[in-house]
């Protein structure tokens, strides 16, 4: 069993940036393909970012392309989401979520069916 705390999350303006960080209990998360996900109000969840178990790949949503890095400390069981030049309709609550199921590459990881574990989220507001 995974649990999963996400924070870093609040209020910023167009154009800010936001760490997000996601902190894991359990003994074996350096096996553990880690991916961000959002939704906003009204919408289904989405795709954000995910890294592999090893942190040798990374994948993310187009719409985040450039502006995000997903980066992972396997020493402090922690994943983080670095998020640059902030968009008002990048205001959503941010999930983290954990699996084994994927390979070394992390393949499928833009896929939520592919997680066996979710945060609560963390809330993030862009003002325009």
């Known amino acids: 069993q995974v649990q999963l705390v996400e924070s870093g999350g609040g209020l910023v303006q167009a154009g800010g940036s936001l760490r997000l960080s996601c902190v894991a209990s359990?003994?074996?998360?350096?096996?553990?393909?880690m991916g961000w996900f959002r939704q906003a109000p009204g919408k289904e969840r989405e795709f954000v970012a995910a890294i592999s178990w090893s942190g040798g790949n990374s994948y993310y949503a187009d719409f985040v392309k450039g502006r995000c890095t997903i980066s992972r400390d396997n020493a402090k069981m922690s994943v983080h989401l670095q998020m640059n030049s902030l968009k008002p309709e990048d205001t959503a609550v941010y999930y983290c979520?954990?699996?084994?199921?994927?390979?070394?590459?992390?393949?499928?990881?833009?896929?939520?069916?592919?997680?066996?574990?979710w945060g609560q989220g963390t809330q993030v507001t862009v003002s325009s």
């Open positions: 359990g003994r074996t998360f350096s096996s553990y393909a």
């Open positions: 979520a954990a699996t084994t199921r994927l390979g070394a590459t992390a393949y499928g990881a833009s896929w939520q069916s592919s997680y066996e574990y």
